[in-house]
């Protein structure tokens, strides 16, 4: 019986926490969706940046392994930095056969080659990243993840890393009030994002591993908090042209936001779309832009115009089609170039 209670556990503890990861999967299925239907600017496009950027900087951080070596790196570089240069190219192809020459594009004159240096630069908004700006994450979150590999490596007491994660997070804040350069990768933006990834990884222990006395009441409280802040501290927030608004209030209504939808997604295990799309972020994010422009096209064919005005019901829509699109191409990925989603 000894021998037996052992391993019961282990298999309990394995159980637990595939249910764990499901609901993370769910989550950023979520975030993914909110990405996709932001870019459409929705009456709600506050709110959606408020919180929809750092909920995946946060995920990331929960789940920073806790070897500090070099093949963690390595690991990450084909997770994130392969597939946003595979599909930076295609994107950049895509747009310099075919999307500079219609729609914004083609009356903005932009240059193919600021475009191309754009893929390396990852920062630089229309003008270097008109084929895909939504591709700045990826790089920004390989620089969240190596800046905390390093200050872990490097550092061993944690209170000196607190201190030195602190600093990044104010200077993150301070160099977009003193310059108006774009950093590549958004290195600025990594600092900033330094605080969330930091947040995931040291607060997983008390909320994402361990189950949380009086759930409902924290999950309520996570509510009233997150209905104050969208009510009264709302305000304009664009994390990859570095606008804050409110530094303090920025930082307490992302991590308030995030926590509140987290804890809710928890309570649902078989969101099996969301779990779809939070296994396959990467697809989406490269794909959403095409398949809105997709849409718009087969728009223009039966109605004859290209001058779009959606009502907030149509973007949703719009968001329904766009992820439908993707979903057969996704299965194709997976099944054929993996490698294209971070995987081997």
Known sequence: ?????????????????????????QAKGFGIILVVYGHNFPVIENYIYSFHMPLFFIIAGIFHPKKSNFDVVKRRVRQILVPYFLWSFILFLFWFVIGRKFGESASLELSSLKNFL??????????????????????????????FWLIRKIVKNTAIRLILIITCVILGFLIPKLTDVSFFWSLDVAFVSLLFYAF????????????????????????ILHIICSIY????????????????????????????????????????????????????????????????????????????????????????????????????????????????
């Open 233 to 344: 501290f709302l305000q304009k927030v664009d994390m990859y042209r570095s606008i804050y608004g409110n530094e303090f209030f920025f930082i307490f209504n992302s991590i308030i936001g995030v926590l509140f939808w987290c804890q809710l997604i928890k309570k649902f295990k078989n969101l099996k779309a969301l779990a779809f799309l939070g296994k396959n972020t990467i697809p989406v994010l490269a794909m959403q832009v095409r398949s809105l422009t997709f849409i718009k096209l087969i728009l223009f064919i039966f109605i004859g115009s290209s001058l779009f005005d959606f009502s907030e019901l149509e973007k949703i829509i719009l968001v329904v089609f766009q992820l439908l699109l993707m979903y057969p191409i996704i299965l194709l990925i997976n099944k054929h170039l993996p490698i294209l989603n971070g995987k081997n």
């Open 200 to 223: 995931g990884y040291y607060s997983k222990k008390y909320w994402v591993y361990t189950e949380i006395k009086r759930e409902y009441l924290f999950t309520f409280l996570l509510l």
């Open 1 to 25: 019986m000894k021998l037996k209670e052992p391993i019961i556990k282990v298999i309990n503890e394995a159980f637990s926490n595939r249910k764990r990861i499901d609901w993370i999967d």
């Open 118 to 147: 754009g893929i390396f630069y990852a920062q630089g908004d229309k003008e270097y990243m008109n084929w895909g700006i939504p591709m700045w994450f990826l790089p920004c979150l390989f620089l969240t993840f190596l800046l």
